[in-house]
């Protein structure tokens, strides 16, 4: 195959052309510069062939808190399996902070709670393997965990990642509380080199809370960052925090993706409508799709939304390219990213308090004028009609739609000025 024609060099034209055409609708985009940025990057991901389409899995944080054992977790297991949630690609069980004693042993090594992990992480990771799950932990970067109730790894890292690794975790996600005052850019990469050498791939969730804009940094230590601090169970928290994560857009790739937190779906604080909103939206932005609510109780319109696999579809897409804002008329705001087979992913989102109808027109999504295309309604799973030049909707208030729009085989549909 000669050069020119190679994949990756369409992936780079793809990426070109798209941010090119949205450059056009005053949003910010993907320029030259960024995509060279990226295949820089690129070349220093964090080197252990995970993440290459955004995690997906629970995590114990959101609706338990500290108050979580083993019984919880194996239960958990055993509905992400039982639900049909395991077969659409959640994967991960994760467990957030509270799991370990105050204190390391005489060895210096951490040690589960015995009151509420009797039997052991090992004991715990083998249950999970046997159900095809991989399971996750959780440290800190610094002397105490956010709860003040287990010891951070600062300084301990090697010896952590090690026991990590001995107990068969898939899977670290690492805070930044009792930090020290040490920059994030010292603390973070020596548990990365930590993970790297530990003889288990594990993958690290990075969470400094985008305090030092860790989408310029960690992509090469990290096979995630979060970009904002913690997500509340409201319509202002997840709002603001898609709208935080945005501005990073262009610094996800495979391997590598921006974290606007966990999700809040299921947990009881937004509508249906607004919760079908959360999860496009985070599908739309490559984010990690990490459930948040008790799923051993999981009520139907939770698991519909959930269990979308047109959404995840998106969200898994093997492009990689993160969808971003390209488009805002007061409340009303179109998001779009590119797909795999020249497919683009829409979502039409009214954050104003009363129905409108929105326009989403081919200069906002990156097709030349007059592409005939298939529109298909994610949500409806159904196809939907599209005009000559933009697909629009009647959309409620705090209500969104999502597409994806497939050009016809015969049509050239993207302006080819590259
Ligand atoms: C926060 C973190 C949360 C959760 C919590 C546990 O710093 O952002 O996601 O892990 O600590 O204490």
Known sequence: MPPSSSPARYFLVFLGMFGSMLMSSGLPAISATEIGAKVGIRRTLMDNGLGLTPQMGWNSWNHFHCDINETLIKETADAVVSTGLAAVGYTYINLDDCWGELNRDSLGNLVPKGSTFPSGMKALADYVHSKGLKLGIYSDAGTQTCSQTMPGSLGHEEQDAKTFASWGVDYLKYDNCENTGASPKERYPKMSKALMESGRPIFFSLCEWGQEDPATWAPSIANSWRTTGDIEDNWDSMTGIADQNDQWASYAQPGAWNDPDMLEVGNGGMTTEEYRCHFSIWALAKA??????????????????????????????????????????????????????????????????????????????????????????LWAHSWARADEDEISAQVDSHACKMYTLEPHKNSSAFNKNW
């Open 288 to 377: 990690p799709l990490l459930i948040g609510c008790d799923v051993t109780s999981i009520d139907n319109v939770t698991f519909q939304l959930l269990s979308n696999t047109e959404v995840i579809d998106v969200n898994q897409d093997k492009l990689g390219v993160q969808g971003k804002k390209v488009k805002k008329d007061g409340d009303l705001e179109v998001w779009a990213g590119p797909l795999t087979n020249n497919r683009v992913a829409v979502v039409l989102w009214n954050r104003g308090s009363s129905s409108a109808n929105i326009t989403a027109s081919w200069s906002d999504v990156g097709f030349k004028p007059s592409t005939a295309v298939d529109a298909r309604d």
